[in-house]
């Protein structure tokens, strides 16, 4: 099993990735400011595309950047959903729109966690692709129709729905191209 480094913590893409859990509380503080829920969404948005780019280009990916980016990722997504739902602001069938991709991504990690046939293999099968980037994009547009353009939100939670629904099945034929053999441990 991964652990956390601490040596590995503190390198600058992964104090990037953890950004991410202040601005997480920031959140539902302006969330009724238009203006500064921008502005939080921005910067997380930007640490979210700046702490991968940073660790590839200095040779810094690291097991506890692969732990801790998509835990700030989660923990952010949580803050702004719950907080937007709470609001009114989304409506209670935006949940599932949302969380289409990390919805279909669940039991896959459940298998891959429980599973002995990808033991050595989690941390290079944690990487992101084209559609998952796509369904991140799409995602962030559809909370940013929340808080500034709501009736443009009915169509960008479908859009979410569609695009993290295709990053989902995405991840699960990568993951199944990659099963070891029955023989393989």
């Not at 601490?6 to 859990?21: C, D, G, I, K, W």
């Not at 991968?52 to 990916?61: D, E, I, K, N």
């Not at 602001?89 to 599973?115: K, Q, Y």
């Not at 990487?127 to 169509?155: D, E, M, R, W, Y």
Request: charged letters at 10%.
């Amino acid at each position: 099993m991964s652990t956390l480094s601490a040596r590995e913590l503190v390198l600058p893409p992964n104090l990037m990735s953890l950004a991410r859990l202040p601005l997480a509380v920031l959140f539902p503080f302006v969330a009724t400011r238009p203006a500064l829920a921008l502005g939080v969404l921005c910067c997380a948005g930007l640490t979210d595309v700046l702490d991968g780019w940073l660790a590839r280009r200095s040779g810094q990916v690291t097991r506890t950047g692969a732990i801790v980016d998509p835990i700030a990722d989660k923990v952010f997504v949580l803050a702004v959903v719950g907080t937007l739902l709470h609001s009114g602001v989304l409506p209670l069938w935006g949940i599932p729109a949302l969380l289409a991709r990390e919805l279909l991504e669940l039991p896959l990690a459940l298998w891959i966690a429980v599973s002995r046939r990808f033991r050595g293999a989690r941390l290079s099968t944690a990487s992101a692709n084209i559609p998952g980037k796509l369904a991140t994009a799409v995602q962030f547009a559809a909370v940013l129709s929340a808080i500034a353009l709501p009736a443009a939100l009915p169509a960008m939670l479908t859009a979410a729905a569609l695009a993290g629904a295709a990053a989902g099945v995405s991840y699960w034929a990568r993951q199944l191209r990659r099963v070891p053999g029955p023989g393989a441990a």
